[in-house]
């Protein structure tokens, strides 16, 4: 399951990162590591962006980095 497969309200923990060199650096800037706890806040009506907050800061995630993310439900 990725994080943009997850519904409003729902926490999932990080399990894999996806993507190579520049993408990959930019999710783990962001503080979305492998064991992270994701909390989705809102979705934008087109699905673009995903608002999450992970470890108390609230980001905005687009949904081609989202479907990178590999979540498992908490």
Known sequence: MTLKELKVG???KVKKLG???AVKRRIMDMGI???A???VRK???LGDPIEVTVR???LSIRKADADLIEVEMA
């Open 43 to 45: 979705v934008a009506p």
């Open 37 to 39: 706890e994701v909390y």
């Open 10 to 12: 729902q926490t999932a």
């Open 33 to 35: 590591t492998k064991g």
């Open 56 to 58: 108390g800061y609230e």
């Open 19 to 21: 993507g190579v060199g």
